[in-house]
């Protein structure tokens, strides 16, 4: 016990300034105000406490299409990348394997999985990892994929939100993944209808695809939004999508095929960074792209 006579008076209370918790947008994450302190830490992992925004690189395809174009070898592909990401998402096989520990990197671990390229409807899926290995990998979030529309909707909700509880008891968030069904358009009224149903169910921010009007979606979801790449893109087309949705107000980028099919994944990781991190332009990210690129040549 600490020797109590003597001490200077306590007094600087500063009762004029509110407790930062209750004041507006004291920590950098939307909606992750009154969270508790190890899941901001997660979350400050994954989103820049200085520019609020995240750069993902999603190489999680393995898990439903088996060896793809560009990543038929993790081990060679991924590690060049890693330094220029905040955020390594993929399946716990990848990461053991073909991530150096050292990294240092916040980990998104995919943890739904159940289908394959080879249904015809990849909607149903089960919780493929046991919330005890996510802590032993030391992951800053778990991701999962809902189906909304889709047959397995009732299931891949469920997925969802036994992750977010499992996740809710050790501090760590949940990424909720909205997935295209095939019978799903890409429109703005479907993403404004999965983005919101996965915030409300308590995950902790989404993964979706752009579209038209993105700003009402990021607008109507109370919690950050990181978009997709999707199929693979001319590199100025890939940018021109990254540097609309982060006008928009999402938060970051989640992608995959556009950085590790391009024809320089590195330049295009870095590009990236640039538009989320830097505020570049789109032109002047493909610029830059250009030059990074022939300098690596
Ligand atoms: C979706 O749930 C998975 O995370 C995909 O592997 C990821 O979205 C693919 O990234 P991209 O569409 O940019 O190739």
Redesign the pocket.
């Known amino acids: 016990m600490a020797e109590q006579s003597g001490n200077i008076e306590s007094k600087n209370f500063t009762l004029e300034t509110p407790f930062a918790p209750y004041s507006t947008n004291s920590f950098h994450v939307k909606g992750a105000e009154n969270y508790d302190w190890g899941m901001k830490d997660r979350l400050s992992r994954i989103f820049s406490p200085k520019s609020g925004n995240t750069v993902m690189l999603?190489f999680?395809?393995g898990y439903i299409m088996g060896s793809t174009t560009g990543l038929e070898r993790l081990d060679i592909a991924i590690p060049p990348l890693i330094p220029e990401v905040d955020v390594l998402?993929a399946t716990r096989g990848a990461i053991r394997t073909c991530v150096p520990p050292s990294s240092n990197k916040a980990l998104a671990l995919?943890c739904s999985a159940g289908s394959s390229v080879l249904d015809d409807d990849m909607s149903h899926e089960n919780i493929a990892v046991d919330i005890e290995d996510a802590i032993r990998l030391n992951a800053s979030c778990l991701?999962i994929?809902t189906f909304i529309g889709s047959p397995g909707q009732a299931s891949s909700i469920k997925n969802l939100c036994d992750t977010i509880d499992a996740g809710n008891r050790f501090g760590i968030p949940t990424l909720g993944?909205v997935?295209v069904g095939k019978q799903m358009e890409r429109t703005t009224k479907f993403f404004l209808l999965a983005t919101r149903m996965l915030a409300e169910f308590g995950a902790h921010f989404i993964?979706t695809y752009y579209c038209e009007d993105f700003e009402r979606v990021v607008a109507a979801c109370p919690v950050p939004i990181v978009i997709?790449?999707?199929?693979k893109l001319p590199e100025k087309d890939a940018l021109e999508m990254a540097y609309n949705a982060i006008r928009c107000g999402a938060r970051g980028v989640?992608?995959?095929?556009?950085i590790f099919q391009s024809e320089c994944p590195l330049a295009m990781t870095k590009s990236i960074s640039k538009i989320v991190h830097e505020q570049y332009d789109a032109k002047t990210a493909y610029d830059y792209y250009l030059e990074t690129k022939i300098k690596r040549r």
Request: no cysteine.
């Open positions: 999603a999680d395809h998402m995919r991701a994929q993944v997935a993964k997709a790449g999707g199929k989640d992608m995959g095929r556009n």
